[in-house]
């Protein structure tokens, strides 16, 4: 199993800046990929940005320009500096790891931490 604890959440104000972090721990084999996700009130749980071991980040189009997703491999740590925060960020934000071999790797999830955006 792997744990994944988050952290880095809270509240700001429209246009601020927040960082969140993701530290992977357990018995690791081998990840595929990082990625953060979203899940606001009411709606379903939204794919925000992941960055792939040895590969480039992605973005949805919602953050590109203002999330930036990175990862250090040697903490298996995983990040995203979110700017010019706006009230629809306003979400709980899940770490996601994908672990182990293709094509079906063990995926996991973080206990989410809370970002809110006021106007």
């Known amino acids: 199993q792997v744990q994944l604890v988050e952290s880095g959440g809270g509240w700001v104000q429209a246009g601020g800046s927040l960082n969140l972090s993701c530290a992977a721990s357990?018995?690791?084999?081998?990840?595929?990929?990082m990625a953060w996700y979203r899940q606001a009130p009411g709606k379903q749980r939204d794919y925000v940005a992941a960055?792939?071991?040895?590969?480039?980040?992605h973005y949805a189009a919602s953050v590109k320009g203002r999330f930036t997703i990175s990862r250090d491999n040697a903490k298996n740590t995983v990040y995203l500096q979110m700017n010019s925060l706006k009230p629809e960020d306003t979400a709980v934000y899940y770490c996601?790891?994908?672990?182990?071999?293709?094509?079906?790797?063990?995926?996991?999830w973080g206990q989410g931490t809370q970002v809110t955006v006021s106007s």
């Open positions: 996601n790891v994908l672990d182990g071999g293709l094509p079906f790797p063990n995926e996991y």
């Open positions: 357990g018995s690791i084999f081998n990840i595929n990929s």
């Open positions: 960055v792939p071991t040895g590969g480039s980040p």
